[in-house]
C-alpha cells in the first residue's frame, strides 16, 4: 500500500470518528444537561419580588440537577437587557431568564426589544391577584368607589407602580370595561403610591394582593374588588372582577424563559425540573410566606406561550386606545 | 417603653448577637470605605446568608451594615475625593481641600464624631417618636416634595462661588436627569435607542466618575505625583471645633431626621439639602468648598440621621424611605415577617432589639473609626503612583456591581474626564450633582401634582406645607440677588 493510500485511510477514518464523536457529543448535550453551570438573568433589581423568586428557586434548582447556578440581576431598562442577553445566548437551556408580567407591558408599550418569538417560556409559576385598593376612611366598598367616579369624572385618581406596568394595565383594563373616566398617577415605588392612599392624598390603587396583605389586615387599607374569578379566601366579601361581569382576571405573573432557539427536549427537561420543585414543599411554604397562594400559579410551556401572546395582544389594544 | 428597651438590651447584649453586630460594622466599614460598593449591595450579599438565622439577628445584621456603610463613605472621600458611598458626595467638598492642607486628621474627626452624633439623633428619634414622625412623613404628597426639591435647587444661587456656572451646572445636571423613560407617559426621552439608557444616568457612575476619577486624573498630571502623604492624627473631640460647628451639628441631624422620614427621598438627597442649608446659614458662605469644618459636619450629621430616620415609615407604616430599607422591606417579607401598619405592634421585641442594637452600632462607630482609618491609612505611604490605579479598580469593579452593566462604567469613564475638563475652569461639579440628584424628584413630582388635581396649579398654594416651601424658595432668591443690588446703594449712600 503506497503512503498515499495509507494517509488516505487514516483521514476517512479520522473524519468517521471525528464524525460520531460530534454525534456522541450532541447526544450528551441533552443527556448529561446541564453539564456545566446555570445562570439565573433576573429581570429585575436584587431584593423584589422576581429576585426573591429566583432565589427561592436557586438551591432548589441546584439540587435537583446537580449543578451550581449563578444569579445575575439586570434591573436595566425595566429587564430588557436580561430578556436580550437570554434570547441572543447560546441555546444549550442554561442561561435562564426570569421575568415578571413586566416583561408583556413593557413589549406592548414599545420598551423591549425582545419579541415573544424570540423567548420561550419554561413555565409559570406565580399568579398573583390585581386588586384595587382604597383607603376604607374614603370609600366604605365598590359600589361608594363607582357612585364617586362616576359623578365627578375625572376626579377619581388611582395610583400603580410604574408608567408601563401590570397596575397601569388593570388600570386601562378597568377603565374600558366600567366605562368610567378615571385619572392614572405612576409612583417609581410601590411603598409611595401606598404612602399616597394611607394619606388619602389619591382614592385608591392598584396593587397585588401579595404585597398588601400587611394593610388591609391593620384596617388601614381595604381591597374593593380582585381581578379573579372567584371570592378569595378570607375575603368572601370583596366582589371579583368575573361576579360582576367584567372579564379581567389578569394580575402579575411570574415565570422562567429561555431563548427561543432551545431545543424543545431542554425546554421539556427544565420545565419538568421546575414543576417538581413547584410542587416540593419548600417552595409551597415560600409561595405561602409571600402570599402568592391565592390561586395555582403553575402553567406550563405551552399553555404559558398561548397566554402570553393573547395577553400582549390585549395590553396593545388598551394602550392605543387610552 | 423602657421596660421593651430593656428586653431588646439583653437580647443584644448576647454573646452570638455583640459578634454579629461587630462583624455587621467591620463590613460596613470596609464595604463603605471601598468606592462604588454602596450600602444597598453589601446588604443584597448579605440577604441569602441571613436566611439561616433567625428574624432579630438578621436584622440586627441588615440594619448595623446599613448604618455603617452610611458612615464609613466619608473615609474615602475625605482622604482622596472618592467617595465611598452616594451619601458621602457631599463630604468630599470640603473634607478633602482640608486633607490637601494637611488637615486628614481633623477632617476625620470632625467627620466621625458628625456621624456619631447624626446617627445617634436619627435612633433616638427612631426610638421615642416613630408614629408621631411616620404621620408628618405621610403629610408630605406630590406637590410637597415638588415644593422641597425646589428649595433645594435654590441653592445654587447662594453657593458662592459664579452665579452664571452655577445655573449652567445645575441645567446640566436637569438635562442628565431627564435622560431615560419618562416616568409619567413611560415615552423614551434621549436614550437614541439604547436600552443602556432607558432607565435613565444612575447616580453612581455619575458620582465615582466626576469626583474620584477626575481627582486620579489630575494627581497623575502633578509632578509631585510620587510624594506620600503626611502622617496624621484624628482628633474626634477637639473642643475650638466643637464650638464651632454644634450650631450645625444640631441643625443638621434635625434636617436629616426630617428628610429621612421622606418615603423615597434618601440620605445622600438629606446630605445635600443639609449641605445647602449650612452654606445659607453661614456668615461665611465663601469659606465652604475650601476647607470649612460645617461644610464636614453638615453632610455627616445629615446622612447618618437621615439612614436611621429612612427607617420610621419602614417600621410604623412598612413603606421604605430609601433604596436600603426598600431592600430590607424585603427581607422582612422572606422572614416571614408582615410589614404594614401593624409590624411593631407585633414585633415589638425585634424592633426594640433592633433599635438598641443601632444605638451600639453607633458607639461602635465612635469607637473603632480611628483604628480602622490607622489600618487604612498606611495606605496613604503607598505612593499615588501605585494608589491611583488602586482607586481607579476599586471605581470599575463598584461601578459595575450595581446594575452588572459595563455601560455604566464607560459612563463612570466619560464622566471622570468630563470632572476633570470641568474642574481645570473651577466650574462647580456640586450644581450639576444639585440638579441630577433634584430634578427627578422636582419633574416627576411637579407632574404628578398636576395629574392629581386635573392640571390646576393652585395646588401648590393651598396646601400649606408645599406653600411655605415656595414661598421660602422665592424669598431667599429674591434676596440673593437683590443683596449685591442693597450692598451697592449703601456703598452710594455712604460714599455721598
Same mark, same amino acid.
Given at each position: 500500500?503506497?503512503?498515499?493510500?495509507?494517509?488516505?485511510?487514516?483521514?476517512?477514518?479520522?473524519?468517521?470518528?471525528?464524525?460520531?464523536?460530534?454525534?456522541?457529543?450532541?447526544?450528551?448535550?441533552?443527556?448529561?444537561?446541564?453539564?456545566?453551570?446555570?445562570?439565573?438573568?433576573?429581570?429585575?433589581?436584587?431584593?423584589?419580588?422576581?429576585?426573591?423568586?429566583?432565589?427561592?428557586?436557586?438551591?432548589?434548582?441546584?439540587?435537583?440537577?446537580?449543578?451550581?447556578?449563578?444569579?445575575?440581576?439586570?434591573?436595566?431598562?425595566?429587564?430588557?437587557?436580561?430578556?436580550?442577553?437570554?434570547?441572543?445566548?447560546?441555546?444549550?437551556?442554561?442561561?435562564?431568564?426570569?421575568?415578571?408580567?413586566?416583561?408583556?407591558?413593557?413589549?406592548?408599550?414599545?420598551?423591549?426589544?425582545?419579541?415573544?418569538?424570540?423567548?420561550?417560556?419554561?413555565?409559570?409559576?406565580?399568579?398573583?391577584?390585581?386588586?384595587?385598593?382604597?383607603?376604607?376612611?374614603?370609600?366604605?366598598?365598590?359600589?361608594?368607589?363607582?357612585?364617586?367616579?362616576?359623578?365627578?369624572?375625572?376626579?377619581?385618581?388611582?395610583?400603580?407602580?410604574?408608567?408601563?406596568?401590570?397596575?397601569?394595565?388593570?388600570?386601562?383594563?378597568?377603565?374600558?370595561?366600567?366605562?368610567?373616566?378615571?385619572?392614572?398617577?405612576?409612583?417609581?415605588?410601590?411603598?409611595?403610591?401606598?404612602?399616597?392612599?394611607?394619606?388619602?392624598?389619591?382614592?385608591?390603587?392598584?396593587?397585588?394582593?401579595?404585597?398588601?396583605?400587611?394593610?388591609?389586615?391593620?384596617?388601614?387599607?381595604?381591597?374593593?374588588?380582585?381581578?379573579?374569578?372567584?371570592?378569595?379566601?378570607?375575603?368572601?366579601?370583596?366582589?371579583?372582577?368575573?361576579?360582576?361581569?367584567?372579564?379581567?382576571?389578569?394580575?402579575?405573573?411570574?415565570?422562567?424563559?429561555?431563548?427561543?432557539?432551545?431545543?424543545?427536549?431542554?425546554?421539556?427537561?427544565?420545565?419538568?425540573?421546575?414543576?417538581?420543585?413547584?410542587?416540593?414543599?419548600?417552595?409551597?411554604?415560600?409561595?405561602?410566606?409571600?402570599?402568592?397562594?391565592?390561586?395555582?400559579?403553575?402553567?406550563?410551556?405551552?399553555?404559558?406561550?398561548?397566554?402570553?401572546?393573547?395577553?400582549?395582544?390585549?395590553?396593545?389594544?388598551?394602550?392605543?386606545?387610552? | 417603653?423602657?421596660?421593651?428597651?430593656?428586653?431588646?438590651?439583653?437580647?443584644?447584649?448576647?454573646?452570638?448577637?455583640?459578634?454579629?453586630?461587630?462583624?455587621?460594622?467591620?463590613?460596613?466599614?470596609?464595604?463603605?470605605?471601598?468606592?462604588?460598593?454602596?450600602?444597598?449591595?453589601?446588604?443584597?450579599?448579605?440577604?441569602?446568608?441571613?436566611?439561616?438565622?433567625?428574624? /432579630?439577628?438578621?436584622?440586627?445584621?441588615?440594619?448595623?451594615?446599613?448604618?455603617?456603610?452610611?458612615?464609613?463613605?466619608?473615609?474615602?472621600?475625605?482622604?482622596?475625593?472618592?467617595?465611598?458611598?452616594? #451619601?458621602?458626595?457631599?463630604?468630599?467638598?470640603?473634607?478633602?481641600?482640608?486633607?490637601?492642607?494637611?488637615?486628614?486628621?481633623?477632617?476625620?474627626?470632625?467627620?466621625?464624631?458628625?456621624?456619631?452624633?447624626?446617627?445617634?439623633?436619627?435612633?433616638?428619634?427612631?426610638?421615642?417618636?416613630?408614629?408621631?414622625?411616620?404621620?408628618?412623613?405621610?403629610?408630605?404628597?406630590?406637590? #410637597?416634595?415638588?415644593?422641597?426639591?425646589?428649595?433645594?435647587?435654590?441653592?445654587?444661587?447662594?453657593?458662592?462661588?459664579?452665579?452664571?456656572?452655577?445655573?449652567?451646572?445645575?441645567?446640566?445636571?436637569?438635562?442628565?436627569?431627564?435622560?431615560?423613560?419618562?416616568?409619567?407617559?413611560?415615552?423614551?426621552?434621549?436614550?437614541?435607542?439604547?436600552?443602556?439608557?432607558?432607565?435613565?444616568?444612575?447616580?453612581?457612575?455619575?458620582?465615582?466618575?466626576?469626583?474620584?476619577?477626575?481627582?486620579?486624573?489630575?494627581?497623575?498630571?502633578?509632578?509631585?505625583?510620587?510624594?506620600?502623604?503626611?502622617?496624621?492624627?484624628?482628633?474626634?473631640?477637639?473642643?475650638?471645633?466643637?464650638?464651632?460647628?454644634?450650631? /450645625?451639628?444640631?441643625?443638621?441631624?434635625?434636617?436629616?431626621?426630617?428628610?429621612?422620614?421622606?418615603?423615597?427621598?434618601?440620605?445622600?438627597?438629606?446630605?445635600?439639602?443639609?449641605?445647602?442649608?449650612?452654606?445659607?446659614?453661614?456668615?461665611?458662605?465663601?469659606?465652604?468648598?475650601?476647607?470649612?469644618?460645617?461644610?464636614?459636619?453638615?453632610?455627616?450629621?445629615?446622612?447618618?440621621?437621615?439612614?436611621?430616620?429612612?427607617?420610621?415609615?419602614?417600621?410604623?407604616?412598612?413603606?421604605?424611605?430609601?433604596?436600603?430599607?426598600?431592600?430590607?422591606?424585603?427581607?422582612?417579607?422572606?422572614?416571614?415577617?408582615?410589614?404594614?401598619?401593624?409590624?411593631?405592634?407585633?414585633?415589638?421585641?425585634?424592633?426594640?432589639?433592633?433599635?438598641?442594637?443601632?444605638?451600639?452600632?453607633?458607639?461602635?462607630?465612635?469607637?473603632?473609626?480611628?483604628?480602622?482609618?490607622?489600618?487604612?491609612?498606611?495606605?496613604?505611604?503607598?505612593?499615588?503612583?501605585?494608589?491611583?490605579?488602586?482607586?481607579?479598580?476599586?471605581?470599575?469593579?463598584?461601578?459595575?456591581?450595581?446594575?452588572?452593566?459595563?455601560?455604566?462604567?464607560?459612563?463612570?469613564?466619560?464622566?471622570?474626564?468630563?470632572?476633570?475638563?470641568?474642574?481645570?475652569?473651577?466650574?462647580?461639579?456640586?450644581?450639576?450633582?444639585?440638579?441630577?440628584?433634584?430634578?427627578?424628584?422636582?419633574?416627576?413630582?411637579?407632574?404628578?401634582?398636576?395629574?392629581?388635581?386635573?392640571?390646576?396649579?393652585?395646588?401648590?398654594?393651598?396646601?400649606?406645607?408645599?406653600?411655605?416651601?415656595?414661598?421660602?424658595?422665592?424669598?431667599?432668591?429674591?434676596?440673593?440677588?437683590?443683596?449685591?443690588?442693597?450692598?451697592?446703594?449703601?456703598?452710594?449712600?455712604?460714599?455721598?
Amino acid at each position: 500500500m503506497s503512503d498515499r493510500n495509507t494517509f488516505l485511510a487514516f483521514g476517512m477514518a479520522g473524519v468517521l470518528a471525528a464524525g460520531t464523536l460530534a454525534a456522541s457529543a450532541t447526544m450528551a448535550a441533552e443527556d448529561n444537561f446541564p453539564d456545566g453551570n446555570i445562570t439565573f438573568l433576573v429581570a429585575a433589581g436584587a431584593g423584589g419580588g422576581t429576585d426573591n423568586f429566583a432565589r427561592t428557586i436557586q438551591p432548589l434548582l441546584e439540587e435537583r440537577l446537580d449543578t451550581t447556578v449563578n444569579v445575575i440581576n439586570l434591573p436595566t431598562a425595566s429587564g430588557a437587557i436580561a430578556h436580550q442577553r437570554t434570547a441572543s445566548g447560546k441555546a444549550d437551556g442554561r442561561t435562564l431568564d426570569f421575568a415578571s408580567s413586566t416583561l408583556v407591558t413593557s413589549l406592548a408599550a414599545g420598551q423591549n426589544p425582545t419579541g415573544l418569538d424570540q423567548l420561550t417560556p419554561v413555565a409559570r409559576m406565580q399568579s398573583d391577584v390585581m386588586a384595587l385598593v382604597v383607603n376604607p376612611d374614603k370609600y366604605e366598598d365598590l359600589e361608594a368607589f363607582m357612585e364617586h367616579a362616576r359623578e365627578q369624572p375625572g376626579d377619581t385618581v388611582i395610583g400603580g407602580t410604574a408608567a408601563a406596568s401590570p397596575d397601569k394595565m388593570a388600570f386601562l383594563a378597568f377603565q374600558d370595561a366600567t366605562g368610567l373616566d378615571l385619572s392614572f398617577v405612576p409612583y417609581d415605588q410601590e411603598g409611595s403610591t401606598a404612602a399616597n392612599v394611607l394619606s388619602g392624598n389619591i382614592d385608591g390603587m392598584f396593587n397585588e394582593i401579595s404585597s398588601i396583605t400587611g394593610y388591609t389586615e391593620s384596617g388601614k387599607m381595604k381591597p374593593i374588588l380582585f381581578f379573579a374569578e372567584q371570592p378569595l379566601e378570607g375575603f368572601s366579601e370583596v366582589p371579583t372582577t368575573v361576579g360582576q361581569g367584567w372579564d379581567l382576571t389578569n394580575g402579575n405573573e411570574r415565570g422562567v424563559f429561555v431563548s427561543a432557539k432551545t431545543s424543545p427536549e431542554l425546554v421539556n427537561r427544565l420545565e419538568s425540573a421546575l414543576h417538581e420543585i413547584y410542587q416540593s414543599d419548600q417552595y409551597q411554604q415560600y409561595a405561602e410566606r409571600v402570599h402568592l397562594d391565592y390561586r395555582d400559579g403553575w402553567m406550563g410551556s405551552d399553555a404559558y406561550q398561548q397566554k402570553l401572546q393573547q395577553d400582549l395582544k390585549q395590553y396593545r389594544t388598551l394602550l392605543k386606545q387610552q | 417603653m423602657l421596660e421593651s428597651l430593656l428586653n431588646g438590651l439583653a437580647v443584644v447584649l448576647q454573646p452570638m448577637n455583640l459578634v454579629i453586630l461587630l462583624s455587621a460594622v467591620f463590613i460596613g466599614f470596609v464595604g463603605g470605605a471601598l468606592p462604588g460598593l454602596s450600602g444597598v449591595i453589601l446588604v443584597v450579599i448579605l440577604l441569602p446568608v441571613t436566611y439561616g438565622m433567625d428574624s /432579630t439577628s438578621a436584622f440586627m445584621l441588615l440594619t448595623a451594615i446599613y448604618a455603617s456603610t452610611v458612615f464609613s463613605g466619608l473615609i474615602t472621600s475625605i482622604l482622596y475625593r472618592a467617595p465611598g458611598t452616594p #451619601e458621602a458626595v457631599m463630604t468630599s467638598f470640603d473634607g478633602y481641600p482640608m486633607t490637601q492642607k494637611g488637615e486628614a486628621g481633623k477632617a476625620l474627626g470632625i467627620g466621625i464624631l458628625s456621624s456619631a452624633i447624626g446617627g445617634t439623633v436619627g435612633t433616638v428619634a427612631l426610638i421615642v417618636f416613630t408614629p408621631l414622625l411616620a404621620s408628618v412623613a405621610l403629610q408630605f404628597s406630590s406637590p #410637597e416634595f415638588f415644593a422641597l426639591a425646589v428649595l433645594g435647587l435654590t441653592v445654587v444661587a447662594s453657593l458662592g462661588s459664579d452665579l452664571l456656572l452655577g445655573l449652567i451646572g445645575a441645567m446640566i445636571g436637569l438635562f442628565i436627569a431627564t435622560i431615560g423613560i419618562d416616568p409619567v407617559t413611560a415615552t423614551s426621552r434621549f436614550t437614541f435607542g439604547s436600552l443602556n439608557l432607558a432607565s435613565g444616568i444612575n447616580l453612581i457612575p455619575i458620582i465615582v466618575g466626576m469626583f474620584a476619577i477626575s481627582e486620579v486624573l489630575k494627581r497623575a498630571g502633578e509632578n509631585s505625583s510620587h510624594k506620600a502623604m503626611k502622617e496624621f492624627r484624628i482628633r474626634i473631640f477637639d473642643g475650638a471645633v466643637l464650638k464651632k460647628i454644634r450650631t /450645625t451639628l444640631a441643625r443638621s441631624s434635625l434636617l436629616g431626621v426630617g428628610v429621612g422620614i421622606l418615603p423615597g427621598i434618601g440620605a445622600s438627597t438629606a446630605a445635600m439639602i443639609s449641605y445647602s442649608e449650612a452654606v445659607r446659614w453661614s456668615r461665611h458662605p465663601e469659606c465652604f468648598g475650601k476647607g470649612e469644618a460645617n461644610g464636614i459636619a453638615a453632610p455627616e450629621a445629615a446622612n447618618n440621621a437621615a439612614a436611621m430616620g429612612a427607617l420610621v415609615p419602614l417600621f410604623a407604616l412598612g413603606i421604605p424611605g430609601s433604596g436600603t430599607t426598600a431592600i430590607i422591606l424585603g427581607a422582612f417579607v422572606m422572614h416571614g415577617l408582615q410589614p404594614g401598619p401593624t409590624f411593631m405592634s407585633a414585633n415589638g421585641e425585634l424592633i426594640y432589639a433592633v433599635f438598641v442594637g443601632l444605638l451600639i452600632v453607633n458607639l461602635m462607630i465612635l469607637a473603632f473609626a480611628k483604628p480602622f482609618i490607622a489600618v487604612l491609612s498606611r495606605l496613604l505611604n503607598v505612593p499615588y503612583a501605585a494608589l491611583g490605579p488602586i482607586i481607579i479598580i476599586c471605581c470599575v469593579v463598584g461601578t459595575y456591581s450595581v446594575q452588572n452593566s459595563m455601560f455604566d462604567v464607560w459612563l463612570m469613564l466619560g464622566f471622570g474626564v468630563a470632572g476633570y475638563l470641568l474642574e481645570k475652569i473651577n466650574f462647580p461639579l456640586v450644581a450639576i450633582i444639585l440638579g441630577v440628584v433634584l430634578g427627578p424628584i422636582a419633574e416627576s413630582e411637579f407632574r404628578r401634582s398636576l395629574a392629581m388635581s386635573q392640571g390646576d396649579p393652585m395646588l401648590f398654594f393651598t396646601r400649606p406645607i408645599s406653600a411655605t416651601l415656595l414661598a421660602a424658595a422665592i424669598g431667599i432668591v429674591t434676596l440673593t440677588l437683590l443683596a449685591p443690588l442693597w450692598k451697592r446703594h449703601r456703598r452710594r449712600v455712604a460714599a455721598a
